[in-house]
């Protein structure tokens, strides 16, 4: 049991949900089985990411989050490391059987991200960030390349990396007290909790604008506009607004919450209406 929470099941399920979204958004033609093969490769991948975060970041989950599973002695760290490398050379073996060079490549690419974001980069300013980001937007691009979806999976890929990155920054200010015990030098630590949460209105007015370009590209109808802004972003202001009023630990971990619900919710938005 401890090998699958590790990988965050929910979030595993997530990004498959996300391939799945690139594979079919916009796009109704029969897939040959390849596509089954990017969703375990993604999935797969995303899950080594989980686990070989978790092990680099035992001595600051042993302060922020001491439940987890290695910190509270479920998985030895040694064990944690080799499950993650199986992991990884499994997600790129089987991104071959995608039978598209684009979809290899990222693999790859993400696999040595996810990697060196966990062992170094989340510790340096912003770019920890921004790999998250891409991340979750190569998902959708993932899956939009193994059914020659490209060009849509594109518009959702954007719209993921914004709401990552505004997650991440609020997730800093959230982790910033293990984050400064371990010399990381994160957003936060950087800016301060205050700036941090200012400087997510960003990827939100970048939301905004991204949805009313594509509005007036005609690549959304009237009524998905309208829904977007009442069910998207009015929330993401409402996110922000509910933060700036005396930030806690508390309100920062709910909202990073609600934030996955609201990217899925504009997600059945754009694929419903």
Do not use: Q
């Amino acid at each position: 049991m401890a090998y699958i929470k590790i990988l965050r099941p929910f979030n595993c399920l997530f990004v498959a949900i996300c391939v799945l979204f690139g594979i079919f958004f916009r796009n109704l033609t029969l897939h040959s089985y390849n596509v089954v093969f990017a969703i375990l490769s993604a999935t797969i991948i995303a899950g080594a990411g989980y686990v070989i975060n978790d092990f680099f970041d035992l001595p600051i989950d042993s302060v922020n989050k001491p439940n987890r599973v290695l910190p509270s002695g479920k998985i030895k760290p040694g064990s944690a490391y080799l499950y993650a490398v199986f992991l990884f050379i499994l997600g790129i073996i089987l991104s071959f059987l995608t039978r598209n060079k684009y979809c290899v490549i990222i693999a790859v690419i993400n696999s040595l991200l996810l990697f060196f974001y966990a062992k170094t980069f989340k510790m340096n300013f912003l770019i920890g960030n921004l790999v998250v980001a891409y991340a979750a937007g190569s998902t959708f691009i993932f899956g939009g390349l193994s059914s020659n979806n490209f060009t849509n999976s594109v518009i959702i890929a954007i719209y993921a990396f914004l709401y990552t990155l505004m997650r991440e920054f609020i997730k800093d200010a959230e982790d910033i007290k293990g984050d400064i015990k371990f010399k990381a030098k994160t957003l936060a630590i950087k800016l301060g909790r205050e700036k941090t949460i200012f400087a997510s209105i960003l990827p939100v007015a970048l939301i905004i604008v991204f949805t009313i370009y594509i509005y007036f590209s005609d690549f959304i109808l009237l009524s998905t506009f309208v829904l977007m802004n009442v069910f998207v972003s009015i929330p993401l202001i409402f996110f922000i607004i509910f933060l700036s009023k005396k930030i806690s630990k508390k309100k920062l971990s709910l909202i990073s919450g609600w934030m996955k619900i609201d990217m899925l919710i504009l997600l059945v938005i754009l694929w419903v209406v």
